[in-house]
């Protein structure tokens, strides 16, 4: 049964394609978009778990297109859950699918989905060397490939405790702004970015990054690129078409066939 979706004059990336228009859209198939969402979405945390980004606490969510809902995985560690774990919660913070129950911090991805409609997914996690970089009066500083998407700043958030109540995740929004990313003071960090994969990809290169300026700092002062203003490319973490087929290879989440079968690679002669 058809399904209307509300896209409010913004441009989404869903299971691999984009709608445009501020007009109602038909999905035909709902059921369907969500389970690829669920699947996905299990996919992102094998995947950052096996990075190292996310640990037994933690958690990843997504959008649903056009509603105030979204995916989350449950109160357990993440690289156990599977597609049916998931819980669809709504804007206030509501569990309204799913067997949960639904991690305490919860109201983070709320909150900033309600404040930014641009963001698609969100990670909380207590990466470590995030932390101690969160820790740092200079917090992070641009100065290799994988900082560069985070040149426009990373703020920090001074309270450490966990955000748990939709008070204490208001004002961590309002820190966060208009970045992509916010270190939680001696707690952890939140990413938020245009898709599950993106986002996923954004949180491994700021643990990179921080480990990277953490070493540096070792040894000499850690100053920003010079072209560090490049910043951030949306469109490529919209579609990671190298970045995330490697990681899905190299933690064994899907065969290389399966994984070759969706790669959407651009045009001999175009780029980013």
Request: aromatic share 6%; net charge positive; glycine share 10%.
């Amino acid at each position: 049964m058809a399904v209307l979706l509300r896209m409010a004059q913004e441009r989404v990336t869903f299971n691999g394609s984009r709608v445009q228009g501020s007009r109602a859209v038909k999905i035909r198939n709902p059921n369907s978009e969500i389970r690829n969402l669920k699947n996905r979405l299990v996919e992102g945390l094998q995947v950052i778990t096996g990075e190292g980004v996310l640990s037994g606490s933690g958690h990843l969510s997504a959008r649903i297109p056009g509603t105030e809902t979204f995916l989350i995985n449950p109160r357990f560690a993440g690289v156990l859950a599977g597609p049916k774990d998931i819980c669809t919660v709504n804007f206030d913070g509501k569990r309204i699918a799913g067997k949960g129950p639904v991690p305490s911090e919860t109201p983070i991805h709320a909150a900033v989905y309600r404040s930014r409609p641009d963001v698609k997914s969100v990670i909380h996690c207590h990466a470590r060397y995030s932390i101690l970089v969160g820790l740092l009066d200079s917090g992070l500083v641009p100065f290799n490939r994988e900082a560069r998407i985070f040149a426009d700043g990373v703020p920090i958030f001074p309270e450490s405790h966990g955000i748990n109540s939709f008070g204490l995740a208001k004002r961590m929004v309002d820190a966060l702004g208009s970045h992509y990313a916010i270190f939680l003071r001696g707690h952890g960090i939140v990413v938020a970015g245009p898709g599950i994969e993106g986002t996923c990809i954004s949180a491994i290169q700021l643990e990179r990054a921080c480990q990277d300026q953490l070493l540096m700092m070792s040894v000499t002062t850690v100053k920003p690129m010079s072209d560090s203003g490049r910043g951030r490319n949306n469109a490529r973490l919209e579609n990671p078409y190298r970045a995330w087929p490697f990681l899905l290879y190299k933690h064994k989440v899907k065969s290389k066939t399966q994984i070759r079968a969706g790669i959407r690679t651009l045009k001999e002669g175009e780029h980013y």
